[in-house]
Structure formats: C-alpha cells, structure tokens
C-alpha cells in the first residue's frame, strides 16, 4: 500500500503543529521519522493513524484521496499506530486486549482468537502469556501484544512512535528483527518515529526529518549522524561532561530493606551514599529498581530494614515526612504523576514552596515568570502543564525542586526528551551534585548510567548487585549483568 | 491559547443558548399537554416576583440552596463526588432541634448555639461519609447516599417517637420551638434577614477559599489528579476530611435555619429536597462558588413561582421541576459540546512530545 502525505496542516491555538508537510510511504521500506520533541512527529503520525483530524492537506492512498475519522477507520484501511505510552487496558487479559476491535460478534470466539495470539507469537519469538492480565506485562511485551493485534486487524501500514523507550536490550533487538522482517518479508510499510539517532541508523531505509512542524529533509540511508543532527537542531549539541567533584558524608544510608512486590521479594538491600554522589539504577523495567527507589522516598511501605537519612531513621514516617527532610522523588510518568494536569504552572508553585495560608498571587506570578525564565520554560504562567512538551515538563518539575535537598531521585530523568533538554537536565542536575545532593536515578539507557553514575547498581528480577564503581565497569559488562549473567 | 475561542459574545452564546434551548424543549412539552407555554412560563415569574411577600418567599428559599451549592463546590473542587447534602441537611436540623427543645437560654445565645449545633450535625454526617470515603473505601456516591437514607429514617423516627408532639404525631413535625429558639424575621413576612447573611458570608468564604488560599489550590489540585496531588505533598487523606466538614457544615447550616428560622419547628420534609437540587445549582454554576448566588437565585425564583401553575392553570407544580432539570440538562449538554468544538485546541498540545 502505497501512501502519500500531502501538504498536511496542523494548529494548535497558534502554535503550528505540522506545517505543509509531504511524505511518502512504500511498502517494503522501513521509514525513519525524526525530529526533537515538538518538531510535529507524533502529531502527523496520529492524523495519518486517524487519531488526530488535520486542517489542511490531503492523504493518498495508492493514488486515491481518503478521509478517515477514527483510528478504527484506519486500521480498516489498512493503518495502524504503536502509540508511545501503551493505550491498552491493564486489568483485562493479553488475549482480551488482544481480541479488542476485531471480533465485532456479542460472544467473541475466544479460542479462534488465542489460535491467532499464539500463531503471531509464535511467527515472531514474542512471549506474551493470553491469560496474564495486560497490568502484570512490561511495556516491551504491552507492545509485542499491540503489533500482534495490529497484524492480526490486517495493517499495512505500521507506525510505532518512540518504541524503544521503556523496553529491555533483548526486547529492543528483537523489536527490530520483526519490523525488518515485517517490511522486507511481508513487504509492509513501517515508520518508525525516534529521535535517537543510532536506532534509526542501525534500522532505517530512508528518513525524513521534521523541524518546528517541517520537513528539513528526506534522505535515504546511510546518512552520517552528523548530517542528522544538523537537520534535526540546525547545529550540534553535546551532552555536558560529569565534573569530578570531591563526596561528602554519608547522606543516605539503607539498610537490610526487605520489600515484597507481586511479582518478587527484594531481601536485604543495602546502600550507603555520600552527599554528591549520582548513582544509576540500571535493569530491565520492572526489576526492583523502582520499588527500591520509592521506597527511599517514602511512598512504597518496606517489610523490614531502615532507611537513615543524615544519621536519623526515617522508618514509619510518612511520605510528607520523608519530602519534608529533603527527599525529592521525580516519577517517570512526568504528566500523571509528576505535575498535576489541569493546573497552571503558576498553579503549582504554591504546592511546593513556602507559601502563607492566603496566596499572594501576583507576587507568585512574578516569580513564576523567574523561574520561567530562569529555567528556560517555553510557556506562560497560565498556560496548563498538559500543554507543555516533555522537555518543558521535566523543566517545570525541576524548578519545582527546593534548592537544598539531600537526595534527589528521578526516574528515568530524560526518557522521550530532545537532547537539548535532556542536556539541560543533567546540566542542572550536575549543579546540584556540587552542592550537595545525592542523586539517584533509573534510566534504560545504558550510555546516559554511564556517564553519570559515580556508582552503579543494578537490578535483576528484584535482586540488587551492590553498587559497582563506575570505573571498574564497562557498558558491556553492564549489559550482561542487567541480563542477569557475569561477563566472564 | 486555550482562551482563544473564549471571547466574550461567545461566552455570552453558550451561557444564554442553553438556557432558551431549555424553555423551548419545555414550551414543547407544554404544547403537548395543551397548555399554551408562554402562559405557563409568564405564570412562573409572576409567581415569583409579583409582590414582596413572594421575594422574599424566594430569598428565603435561596438561603439553603446557596448553602448547599457553596459547600458542595468545595468538595466537588477536590474531586469528591458528595451527595450527601441532603442527609446533611438533616442533621443540622435534628442537632438544632435538639438544642431547641432541651436548652434554655436567652435568645441570642441560644440561637448562637442552635446554629453552632447544626453545624455540628452537617459536619458529623459529612465527616462519616469521609472516614467511610478515606479509610474504608467506600466510594463517597454509595456512603452519601446511604446515609442520606438513614438521615431521613431518623428524622421520621425522632418525629413519630421520641419528639412526637402530646396530640398526637403527624406528618406535620414536632410542637413549635419556643419563641426564643426562633431567628427573627423581616417583618411579616418568612425572610430570616440573619440566616440570609450567614448564608452569603458561606459563599464568599467558599470563593476566597478555593480561589486565595494554599488550602484551596491543594483541594483543587487533588480534583484535578489525586494521585499527583498526592506526591505533590498534598495531604490528601486529611484534606478529603476537611472538605466534607467544610461541606457538611454548609449544608447542616442550612438545615438548622430551616428549622429554626422558617418552620420553627422539625418537619419530616425539613430539607425540602435541598441537598438535591443544591447538586443541581453547583452542576448549573459550574462548580463555581461565585455563581451559587445567581443560580440559587433562579433555582429558587422557579420553586417558588411553579405552584401558582396549579392555582391557575390546573398544571402540575412540579413542570417547574421539569424546567430546572432540563435547564441543567442543556447547560450539560452544551458544555460539553463546546468542549468537543474545542477539543483539537485542548488535547493536541500534550500528545505533542
């Protein structure tokens, strides 16, 4: 099926989403779609996905013009879109989720439909129990269940917009041998829309970049990184480099933490950090370093052990307690938990600093300018958080932070960032390191622990590798530990 | 940007286009009965404006329906679907009525500690629903309304036994307070000048509240996302408490006045279905304290006009009934048909990363 984008327009208030924008997908090809957060990915691809209507333009289908209304409606073209976070519903079964859509009769035939998830699973290596509630999966399986289904519905066209973030190594490589094996075997057309650079290379034909809503370019690939992140940020950037600071005393310290999940135990965690220290918490999604973190900052209730902060036991104290003595936690889910959609970002100042019982709004409103301005924020003080982008999110909920804290924990601090942000954010968090803080932080993104993890811990099946120093440790070894082996 | 399609003539549209959407779809049903519609209406207003006996027969119904929409904003700003209004109610009138009928006093202490009871019981019965809400997990629609059910059982009981009046009880309440445990009222007619007061400072302090204090922002932050709210810092489980004491005081405010300044006694239809038609003047005003007042307003000019439909018209009092719920209906309706109209404008800037 052969499809082509015609002079696509898109606004947002006065903001121009997608701006003119042609593009043309062959089936048999895999096509890059790239560009920093804001360039107009996402949004073209879920008005291609009929999840988004346009405002100007025109779709192409084999040379005919078409006009779908609902993701539904695509999908029976033949459209089908991998949304970044996961649009299934968690308490229903894989084979539910997975039968969602399909099987319009009243009692859908279950066991046509476990045939049909088994055979997919089995043709592409996926690991996806039917019976196991889509809650208990991690994201890699969430969108081995969602391909599944999208084939299963008779998709052409597969759109997967930032699929690796969140999944395992394993889960990456084998993403990428059934995308290749979807376009050159079955001659399907996939877009595959990133802004990390090396995926791209590694699996992209031709790419298309986009820029403020335009397209900078289309090329065929090879095309060296250089020549990419010209076209995506006009120039290059890189990341800041980790300053060797001298640590302090011990800040934290956690001892024989025991904590019982669903799926696991973690028994007898131990840790001990200086003030400035970064540590990195490497594993697989869903491995233990989540809980571990949480239950630092007072939100996740521990079996046995004790969490010291500065000497002084935090046990049986209560969250607010635990933020009240410096602890700061930054959840991954920037939108759902992190801020509170809906609100202003003048409206959250008042949550987290100082504030009398009777706000004084214009003064909060001139200082929510300074911040703004300060930490770069690209909105207003009225505009609502849910309109910022990730990159501005990260942005607010680091000005959100008091300056003085003793342990600042992020999860995956610049998961689905652009690199300009995600710079910005060590930047400041590399601020903070020199005065003081101990940071800890998750990420799936073995180069970015690396960087900046003094230590490193990792996680594996809720069993904690004590810290290793990152100097005695190589990104490969650390592979094969957060897989669960010992590099010999 | 997401005041673009907000300019004023379009704000004035979707206030005003509701409201005659919904005298039409009555007028219709009117025709249908046969009864000529303008007639009906202009009955309404004529009923309720035509001398000062029926302004203030209508201020004195604005009084709990005030109350009622300023405490139910605050718990609907915190994202607590509070129903309990009605049961609340109640329980102001029987702590005041309590108060009343065993304590005595000279006036004005007494009916401070009259008021001050009422509170009392509208807090006692609000904060059940929220112990039931936050530790036992009882979703706050299902406790409010099972407790507005036992409010009125108890209400009957206590008139039918233990405050039945010595000739004999009957649907029409307990003997009359005495004179001291009545709130003044203006003049001959049934208007609490006092109970008017009390009712406007509750809706400034709802307005100041939600919209000036740390307390308000952190309540309306829980409304938008409890669970960010939470690890915002936000004391939720605490804050949760002291809505429903907020609300339910409000609302067993209004259930003493009722009792102690308009029937002077307690009937078994003391909230005279308040705590419900409050639900819709904070629906109607958006969950907005400051347009309790103008809503209230309407709500009760409508109550207090429709009977006159059955006086000359031979129609049922309760159309105006219909009228309030299809105003309510419409205004539903319109908003969110303005939001579909402006959904693109809303939703599309976050799915953006």
Request: with cysteine; proline share 5%.
């Given at each position: 099926m052969h499809i082509e984008l015609q002079n696509i327009h898109k606004y947002f208030g006065v903001i121009k989403a997608n701006y003119g924008v042609s593009l043309t997908l062959r089936p048999g090809h895999i096509h890059g779609l790239l560009g920093e957060n804001g360039a107009g990915k996402t949004t073209l691809m879920k008005i291609l996905s009929g999840y988004q209507s346009k405002d100007r333009g025109e779709i192409?289908?084999?040379?005919?013009?078409?006009?779908?209304?609902?993701?539904?409606?695509?999908?029976?073209?033949?459209?089908?879109?991998?949304?970044?976070?996961?649009?299934?519903?968690?308490?229903?079964?894989?084979?539910?989720?997975?039968?969602?859509?399909?099987?319009?009769?009243?009692?859908?035939?279950?066991?046509?439909?476990?045939?049909?998830?088994?055979?997919?699973?089995?043709?592409?290596?996926?690991?996806?129990?039917?019976?196991?509630?889509?809650?208990?999966?991690?994201?890699?399986?969430?969108?081995?269940?969602?391909?599944?289904?999208?084939?299963?519905?008779?998709?052409?066209?597969?759109?997967?917009?930032?699929?690796?973030?969140?999944?395992?190594?394993?889960?990456?490589?084998?993403?990428?041998?059934?995308?290749?094996?979807?376009?050159?075997?079955?001659?399907?057309?996939?877009?595959?829309?990133?802004?990390?650079?090396?995926?791209?290379?590694?699996?992209?034909?031709?790419?298309?970049?986009?820029?403020?809503?335009?397209?900078?370019?289309?090329?065929?690939?090879?095309?060296?990184?250089?020549?990419?992140?010209?076209?995506?940020?006009?120039?290059?950037?890189?990341?800041?480099?980790?300053?060797?600071?001298?640590?302090?005393?011990?800040?934290?310290?956690?001892?024989?933490?025991?904590?019982?999940?669903?799926?696991?135990?973690?028994?007898?965690?131990?840790?001990?950090?200086?003030?400035?220290?970064?540590?990195?918490?490497?594993?697989?999604?869903?491995?233990?370093?989540?809980?571990?973190?949480?239950?630092?900052?007072?939100?996740?209730?521990?079996?046995?052990?004790?969490?010291?902060?500065?000497?002084?036991?935090?046990?049986?104290?209560?969250?607010?307690?635990?933020?009240?003595?410096?602890?700061?936690?930054?959840?991954?889910?920037?939108?759902?938990?992190?801020?509170?959609?809906?609100?202003?970002?003048?409206?959250?100042?008042?949550?987290?600093?100082?504030?009398?019982?009777?706000?004084?709004?214009?003064?909060?409103?001139?200082?929510?300018?300074?911040?703004?301005?300060?930490?770069?924020?690209?909105?207003?003080?009225?505009?609502?958080?849910?309109?910022?982008?990730?990159?501005?999110?990260?942005?607010?909920?680091?000005?959100?932070?008091?300056?003085?804290?003793?342990?600042?924990?992020?999860?995956?601090?610049?998961?689905?960032?652009?690199?300009?942000?995600?710079?910005?954010?060590?930047?400041?968090?590399?601020?903070?390191?020199?005065?003081?803080?101990?940071?800890?932080?998750?990420?799936?993104?073995?180069?970015?622990?690396?960087?900046?993890?003094?230590?490193?811990?990792?996680?594996?099946?809720?069993?904690?590798?004590p810290p290793i120093s990152v100097d005695e440790l190589s990104v490969e070894e650390l592979g094969y530990m957060i897989g669960g082996k010992q590099k010999e | 940007m997401q005041h673009k399609l907000s300019d004023l003539p379009t704000r004035i549209f979707w206030v005003v286009a509701p409201l005659v959407t919904a005298l039409l779809f009555t007028s219709a049903l009117l025709l249908i009965v046969g009864a000529p519609p303008l007639q009906a209406i202009w009955e309404i207003i004529n009923g309720a404006l035509e001398s000062p006996q029926k302004w203030a027969d209508v201020m004195t119904a604005w009084v709990p329906l005030a109350l009622v929409g300023a405490g139910m904003s605050v718990t609907f700003a915190a994202g607590l679907w509070n129903i309990g209004a009605e049961g609340q109610i109640i329980l102001g009138a029987i702590f005041a009525t309590w108060i009343a009928r065993n304590i005595e006093l000279p006036q004005l202490p007494l009916l401070f500690l009259i008021v001050i009871a009422g509170i009392l019981g509208g807090v006692l019965w609000g904060l059940l629903t929220g112990f039931l809400k936050v530790y036992a997990r009882v979703h706050e629609i299902f406790a409010g309304l099972g407790l507005n059910f036992i409010a009125t059982a108890l209400i009957i009981w206590l008139i039918f036994n233990p405050w039945k009046p010595a000739r004999g009880a009957t649907m029409s309440g307990t003997e009359p307070f005495p004179v001291t445990a009545w709130i003044p009222r203006l003049g001959s007619t049934r208007l609490p000048p006092l109970a008017v007061i009390l009712a406007a400072i509750c809706v400034v302090a709802a307005y100041l509240m939600l919209n000036g204090s740390r307390f308000g922002l952190e309540l309306r932050a829980m409304g938008k996302n409890m669970r960010a709210a939470f690890l915002q810092g936000i004391p939720t489980q605490r804050h949760m408490l002291l809505a429903f004491i907020i609300c339910g005081g409000m609302a067993g405010l209004a259930g003493a006045l009722q009792a102690t300044a308009v029937y002077h006694r307690l009937i078994p239809r003391i909230s005279g279905g308040f705590g419900y038609t409050g639900m819709l003047v904070v629906l109607l005003a958006g969950y907005k304290p400051e347009f309790v007042p103008l809503v209230a307003l309407f709500f009760a000019a409508i109550g207090v006009g429709s009977p006159r439909l059955e006086l000359n018209m031979q129609l049922d009092a309760s159309l105006g009934g219909v009228l309030e719920g299809s105003v309510v209906l419409f205004v539903l309706l319109g908003a969110g048909l303005r939001q579909r109209l402006n959904h693109n404008t809303r939703t599309a800037l976050e799915t953006e990363e």
């Open positions: 192409l289908i084999d040379g005919h013009p078409n006009e779908f209304k609902s993701p539904a409606e695509a999908i029976r073209v033949g459209i089908g879109m991998l949304h970044q976070d996961p649009l299934d519903f968690p308490p229903m079964t894989a084979l539910e989720n997975f039968m969602l859509g399909f099987d319009q009769r009243l009692m859908p035939d279950q066991q046509a439909g476990r045939q049909q998830m088994l055979e997919l699973a089995e043709r592409f290596n996926f690991s996806v129990d039917p019976d196991t509630p889509v809650e208990y999966l991690t994201v890699g399986e969430r969108q081995q269940l969602e391909i599944s289904r999208l084939l299963a519905l008779g998709v052409e066209v597969i759109i997967l917009d930032e699929p690796t973030t969140g999944i395992s190594a394993p889960q990456k490589v084998l993403l990428f041998k059934t995308l290749k094996h979807l376009a050159y075997e079955e001659n399907k057309s996939v877009v595959f829309v990133s802004h990390k650079l090396e995926e791209v290379e590694s699996l992209c034909d031709e790419i298309t970049v986009l820029r403020r809503g335009e397209v900078q370019g289309h090329q065929d690939m090879p095309v060296p990184i250089e020549e990419l992140v010209r076209l995506m940020f006009g120039q290059s950037v890189a990341m800041p480099a980790k300053t060797t600071i001298e640590l302090g005393n011990i800040v934290l310290k956690v001892t024989d933490l025991t904590i019982q999940s669903e799926k696991f135990t973690i028994e007898n965690a131990n840790l001990e950090t200086r003030a400035g220290e970064v540590i990195g918490f490497a594993g697989m999604e869903g491995s233990g370093q989540a809980l571990f973190l949480r239950s630092i900052a007072g939100l996740q209730s521990v079996k046995q052990g004790e969490v010291f902060l500065g000497g002084k036991s935090l046990t049986g104290q209560s969250y607010r307690q635990f933020m009240a003595q410096g602890i700061s936690l930054l959840p991954a889910d920037r939108i759902d938990e992190g801020l509170v959609k809906g609100l202003s970002i003048a409206e959250h100042f008042p949550l987290r600093r100082e504030t009398p019982f009777v706000i004084d709004w214009d003064e909060n409103q001139t200082y929510t300018q300074e911040q703004i301005d300060f930490f770069n924020i690209k909105g207003r003080p009225e505009t609502l958080v849910d309109s910022l982008s990730g990159g501005n999110q990260q942005r607010v909920l680091l000005a959100l932070q008091q300056p003085a804290l003793k342990v600042l924990i992020l999860e995956h601090p610049t998961r689905g960032l652009d690199i300009e942000s995600a710079r910005w954010v060590w930047e400041q968090l590399l601020k903070r390191r020199e005065k003081g803080t101990t940071i800890l932080f998750t990420s799936a993104d073995l180069d970015e622990i690396m960087t900046y993890s003094d230590r490193v811990v990792v996680f594996f099946s809720g069993k904690m590798i | -």
